[in-house]
């Protein structure tokens, strides 16, 4: 018993056999997490992570450059010249409107009086457009380079790293929208958006205490004019000013493996994918919101959802106090008929989009290593 029972207190009874074996699982299991590394990598590259194709073989020397190494000074002006062009190809991803920041007001003026005894304002023709997308001057006016200043490498990565996630966050609304069967402004599941925010500007909100918001009890006549929801506004820190520094302008833009905001410069933005905060508020038709769950998850940058709250405005549980009308919600849509708001909620998504890192060569099985080196090649 003495024996048995020294044996039996012994934390491991290691033996070149079972060394053998434990090399073996590890060695495996890096080879699994390897190939899946790889998987998600080369998804994302082949979906979304692309450069454009310019002249003096832009993409393909980007493409050899890893995440925020220096670019030379031609590449990064022809980003700048080129970049300033493609804001009307990233707004037709959700056939937005072409809106100033005033949304349903541009066709309906609810300063007239009360909406019952309002008249439309001077009709424009019928546009083709399925979205009002409120806040689209911000990013329109961080591509436009208005001072022309070139641009530093560190911005250029961080400008075409947004306009990907932003191409990732309007495709999510857009495959929404088609599910959803929509041909009309009327029709849609998604009918504002009034805030996308990323990087700096989404983490203020995105690190919140509150979790879960309670609307609070209100007059059952009172309601949210969603005809005049305007966008918050944007601080400085959202754009990439020219007047900054490099560090400036990755401060507080990504989160750490514990979900902590990074500071300044310090490369500390994962091994595996840099974890991007996100910030969406939409008014649309609740209903549909477990689909834009769903394309959250099948985004090809991949979006954790960490909060989602309806009608965070007309809570005041928590304190937040947002615009309120006695006024019913009328008024005509873009065809002239009235909207059908019953089903109309304001919707706020936050979370963080996953943009995955090359993997390295150490877990990469030789098969796969040689595969990408062709791939890199053709």
Known sequence: FSKVNKIKNEAFHPNEEINNAGIEQVEAQKVLVGKLWNELYQQQKTAVLSWPELGNNFAEKMKELGFLD??????????????????????????????????????????????????????????????????????????????????????????????????????????????????????????????????????????????????????????????????????????VNDGESDDAILDQRYLNESGQPVSGASGNFGREYRKLPVRMVLLMDQRMIPQVLVECANAPLPIEVTRLSVNRQQSNSTGFEGYRSNRPIRGPGSYGQFENIRNLSTIEIQGNVLIYQPPEEAYMPKEVAEDNTVAETT
């Not at 670019?71 to 990064?76: C, D, K, P, S, V």
């Not at 560190?154 to 929208?177: F, P, S």
């Open 70 to 239: 220096e670019i030379e000074f031609g590449l990064r002006e022809q980003y700048r010249n080129y970049i300033k062009t493609q804001f009307e190809d990233i707004r037709k991803i959700v056939k937005a409107s072409e809106a100033e920041a005033d949304g349903m007001r541009r066709r309906f003026d609810p300063s007239e009086g009360d909406y019952g005894d309002n008249q439309p304002v001077e009709e424009k023709p019928v546009e083709d457009f399925l979205v009002d997308w409120l806040d689209q001057t911000v990013l329109k006016n961080r591509l436009a380079f208005q001072d022309n200043k070139m641009p530093s490498s560190v911005k250029v990565w961080v400008i075409q790293e947004d306009i990907w996630v932003y191409e990732n966050l309007l495709g999510v609304i857009a495959k929404t929208n088609d599910q959803h069967g929509a041909t009309r402004p009327e029709n849609t599941a998604i009918r504002r958006i009034i805030n996308l925010q990323v990087g700096s500007s989404a983490i203020k909100e995105n690190l919140r205490k509150e979790k879960i918001f309670i609307p609070g009890a209100s007059d059952t006549n009172s309601f949210q004019d969603f005809s005049e929801a305007t966008p918050e506004r944007e601080s400085e820190e959202f754009g």
